[in-house]
């Protein structure tokens, strides 16, 4: 009971972001899937129905490859503290 409402005081709609993913064109979600039956070790177990292709970061935010939008919670620190694709890093890079 405690769970289920602790839960719901979280929203799960993000805020409105000003950006649009680039077109996937990679290689097919469909092969990408079978590639990883072909190849991962069957030990490597995961918990999801059906994975996600994240082809596309911009600050907190990771795209698939369908354009769905999620919030990065699980990058590394290097990430958590600035982002992905920060305007200011990538300007010092290029």
């Known amino acids: 009971m405690i769970r289920k409402a602790f839960c719901r005081s979280f929203s799960s709609a993000l805020p409105a ?4 993913p680039q077109p996937y064109q990679g290689i097919p979600f469909e092969q990408v899937v ?3 039956k072909d190849y991962v070790p069957k030990f490597n177990f995961h918990y999801y129905n059906e994975p996600l292709l994240m082809v596309e970061g911009k600050m907190q935010y990771l795209f698939d490859h369908k354009g769905n939008r999620y919030q990065d919670w699980i990058s590394g620190i290097s990430t958590v503290s600035i982002g992905h694709s920060h305007p200011a890093l990538v300007k010092a890079v290029t």
């Open 17 to 20: 972001f000003d950006y649009k």
């Open 34 to 36: 079978q590639d990883r």
